[in-house]
């Protein structure tokens, strides 16, 4: 097991859980990696403040830093933690979150409610293949109950009167942003924009033929890059305290002492 990889999955809504499991597996093999879920009830308003407040209390219990890993919506909020708590993270891994955080497949429904003269079915149904691809009905009804049932517990904080912004911008601890390569939610643009903001170290990866939870279809492939991603950053810091030792040495020969005489 890396001694370097001790990471923490977060999970805002307990229905997308299903599609995190695969990826957690896998780097369970290799790495000691823990999952954080909020759960948004019914008869409290949408605030992620709390939701942040109840993370950081987490956090500050732990030992050490950990590296932080979120999918979608579950990934904001982990960049969101970053900006406000880095010395409490190793690293930040975003799957699926564009460099304009608010833009999300929730914000994307919510848009296609107001063009669309349809029932909330049809545009759910619509949702469907723009985030798994084409399906058969009977499975794009399943997937679009699922939606639902998300849309209904969702921390998001969007909605059919409005739409939040929230700020972009990167972080100062090191960043993995993925994406699917047929992920029309973060397109190429809302992908690339993330270079503005990459520091020596930070890494961008595209998932070869994914969509927007191709961390559920291809979790081995996305499990060895985020490894090696924090084995990188293990030697890293690894050579940095090297480097740091050093100019603490005194050269052979040499007293270290300014007051032998």
Same mark, same amino acid.
Request: hydrophobic letters at 35%; charged letters at 15%.
């Given at each position: =097991?890396?001694?370097?990889?001790?990471?923490? *999955?977060?999970c805002?809504?307990?229905?997308?859980? @299903?599609?995190?499991q695969?990826?957690?597996?896998? %780097?369970?093999?290799?790495?000691?990696?823990?999952? *954080? =879920?909020? /759960?948004?009830?019914?008869?409290?308003?949408?605030?992620?403040?709390?939701?942040?407040?109840?993370?950081?209390?987490?956090l500050?219990?732990?030992?050490?830093?950990l590296h932080?890993? !979120?999918? $979608?919506?579950s990934?904001? #909020?982990?960049?969101?933690?970053?900006?406000?708590?880095?010395?409490?993270?190793?690293?930040?891994? %975003?799957?699926?979150? $564009?460099a304009?955080?608010s833009?999300?497949?929730q914000?994307?429904?919510?848009?296609? @409610?107001?063009?669309l003269?349809c029932?909330?079915?049809?545009v759910?149904?619509?949702?469907?293949?723009?985030l798994?691809?084409p399906? /058969?009905m009977?499975?794009a009804?399943?997937?679009?109950? #699922?939606?639902?049932?998300?849309?209904?517990?969702?921390?998001?904080?969007?909605?059919?009167?409005?739409?939040? !912004?929230l700020?972009?911008?990167?972080?100062?601890?090191?960043? #993995?942003?993925?994406?699917?390569?047929?992920?029309?939610?973060?397109?190429?643009?809302?992908y690339?924009?993330?270079?503005?903001?990459?520091k020596? $170290?930070?890494?961008?990866?595209?998932?070869p033929?994914?969509?927007?939870?191709?961390?559920?279809?291809?979790?081995?492939?996305?499990?060895?890059?985020?490894?090696?991603?924090?084995?990188?950053?293990?030697?890293?810091?690894?050579?940095?305290?090297?480097?740091e030792?050093?100019?603490?040495?005194?050269?052979?020969?040499?007293?270290?002492?300014?007051?032998? @005489?």
């Amino acid at each position: =097991m890396l001694n370097t990889s001790n990471g923490l *999955w977060l999970c805002v809504n307990p229905y997308l859980n @299903r599609f995190d499991q695969h990826l957690c597996a896998q %780097l369970g093999q290799n790495a000691n990696v823990w999952n *954080w =879920m909020y /759960q948004q009830t019914s008869d409290e308003p949408c605030c992620i403040e709390t939701a942040l407040a109840l993370l950081h209390d987490y956090l500050e219990q732990q030992t050490q830093p950990l590296h932080l890993i !979120g999918h $979608g919506l579950s990934g904001t #909020l982990g960049l969101l933690y970053a900006r406000k708590y880095p010395h409490h993270l190793k690293s930040l891994t %975003l799957l699926s979150v $564009g460099a304009t955080p608010s833009i999300n497949w929730q914000a994307h429904y919510y848009a296609l @409610r107001k063009l669309l003269p349809c029932d909330r079915e049809i545009v759910l149904v619509q949702m469907v293949r723009t985030l798994f691809g084409p399906q /058969q009905m009977s499975h794009a009804k399943c997937f679009a109950k #699922l939606l639902e049932r998300v849309l209904d517990t969702e921390l998001t904080p969007h909605s059919l009167a409005t739409y939040a !912004g929230l700020a972009k911008g990167g972080i100062t601890v090191s960043l #993995l942003v993925c994406r699917g390569e047929y992920d029309t939610i973060i397109d190429p643009n809302a992908y690339q924009k993330w270079q503005q903001w990459l520091k020596p $170290g930070d890494r961008l990866w595209t998932c070869p033929q994914g969509r927007h939870f191709f961390h559920h279809n291809e979790p081995q492939r996305c499990s060895q890059v985020i490894l090696d991603f924090w084995q990188q950053i293990g030697t890293l810091k690894a050579e940095q305290s090297m480097k740091e030792s050093e100019l603490f040495v005194t050269p052979l020969g040499k007293s270290s002492s300014s007051l032998t @005489r």
